[in-house]
Nanobody, 126 residues
């Protein structure tokens, strides 16, 4: 059983920064992809950033240059550093994992990811 627990959300003003963390337990797969998704009220869930077990990364165009995904394998933790936050970044952010990593993991299609955390809220005020 894989468990994903997110933390680090909160409320910030536009231009501020937050770092989200996702701690994984029960994860022993050699091939996987992990990613961050978000869902704002009334909108569909969208992929924000993802990476595979080789360290390759992918980002949504809307966050390129502002967000950075990284992982600490020793701590079984995935991070999302979010800088220059905008009000449109306001959403519930979810950590997700797929094993093995699908060939199209970089497209960040939510149905390809089978394990999900409970989410952490990010609110950016103008």
């Amino acid at each position: 059983q894989v468990y994903l627990v997110e933390s680090g959300g909160g409320s910030v003003e536009a231009g501020g920064s937050l770092r989200l963390s996702c701690t994984a337990s029960g994860y022993t797969y050699s091939s996987y992809s992990m990613g961050w998704f978000r869902q704002a009220p009334g909108k569909e869930r969208e992929g924000v950033a993802a990476m595979d077990s080789e360290g390759e990364t992918a980002y949504a165009d809307s966050v390129k240059g502002r967000f950075t995904i990284s992982q600490d394998n020793a701590k079984n933790t995935l991070y999302l550093q979010m800088n220059s936050l905008k009000p449109e970044d306001t959403a519930m952010y979810y950590c997700a994992a797929a094993h093995p990593a699908p060939l199209t993991w970089y497209l960040m299609i939510s149905v390809d990811f089978g394990d999900w955390g409970q989410g952490t809220q990010v609110t950016v005020s103008s």
